[in-house]
C-alpha cells in the first residue's frame, strides 16, 4: 500500500495517492538480460534510442498496462526524477516496505564503525543476493486495498558482522561486485551481462551490436 511507503519518508518523498492505494515493485531477476533484453534489442534494434534497458523495461511494462484496459495503472521508472532533481521514487524504501528485498542501512548495525563517513544503504534479495534490480513502481490509483497485510522482508544478512561487511563492500568496494555474494544466491548474472553493466552506458550500444546511427 502506498501508505506504507510514505509513512516513513519525510514529506517531500511521499506518493500523492490515498494510503490504502494499491501498489507492485518490479523487479528484474538475472534472467532478465537472456529473457527480456536480447529478444528486445533483437527485435527493436532500429528504435532504440536511449538506454537499452530503460527501453526495454518499459516496453515491457506498457504490456502489463495493457492487459488492464479498464484500470487506471500509473507507472513510475526507476530513473525518473522531478525537476527538483528528487527521485519520483526511492527504489529501495519500496523495495523493503512491499516486502520483496530489505533494505540495509546504516541504522541496522549497532556498533557503527564508520564515523563521519556518508554510508549509503543496499537491498539484499533473499533469493539474488544483490542481483537483481529494482526497476519501476505500477500503481493503481483506483484500487484501494484497506485489508492488505504487509508482508517484513526476508532479513537475509540477519549477524551484525555481515551487515558490517556488506555496507563496507557496497560502499568502498562496489566496483568488483562482491557485496553482491553476501549471501548464498540461486542465480547470479553471466558473465556477458556482468561485462554489459561493467561498461560505460555509452560505449553499451557496440556490446549489443548496435549502429551509431541507432544510438
Known amino acids: 500500500k502506498v501508505g506504507w511507503y510514505n509513512a516513513v519518508l519525510q514529506p517531500a518523498f511521499h506518493l500523492p495517492y490515498p494510503d490504502d492505494t494499491l501498489a507492485f515493485v518490479v523487479l528484474s531477476t538475472p534472467s532478465m538480460f537472456d529473457k527480456a533484453l536480447k529478444p528486445f534489442v533483437n527485435k ?87 542481483w537483481f534490480a529494482i526497476r519501476g513502481l505500477l500503481l493503481f490509483p483506483d484500487i484501494l486495498v484497506p485489508f492488505l497485510e504487509q508482508s517484513a522482508p526476508v532479513d537475509c544478512v540477519n549477524t551484525e558482522e555481515k551487515r558490517i561487511e556488506l555496507l563496507e563492500q557496497f560502499n568502498f568496494h562496489w566496483q568488483d561486485g562482491r557485496y553482491r555474494d553476501i549471501i548464498e544466491v540461486n542465480e547470479r548474472y553471466s558473465e556477458e551481462q556482468k561485462a554489459y553493466f561493467a561498461t560505460p552506458p555509452a560505449e553499451r550500444f557496440r556490446l549489443l551490436g548496435l549502429t551509431q546511427e541507432a544510438q
Open 44 to 130: 527493436e534494434r532500429l528504435k532504440i534510442i536511449r538506454d537499452p534497458v530503460d527501453q526495454c523495461v518499459s516496453h515491457h511494462l506498457s504490456c502489463v498496462k495493457e492487459k488492464f484496459p479498464d484500470q487506471k495503472v500509473d507507472v513510475i521508472f526507476d530513473y525518473e526524477i522531478l525537476p527538483s532533481r528528487k527521485p519520483k521514487f526511492l527504489a529501495q524504501t519500496a523495495a523493503h516496505v512491499a516486502g520483496a528485498a530489505y533494505y540495509y542501512q546504516r541504522k541496522d548495525v549497532n556498533r557503527d564503525p564508520w564515523g563521519k563517513k556518508k554510508i549509503y544503504g543496499v537491498c539484499i534479495h533473499p533469493k539474488y543476493g544483490g
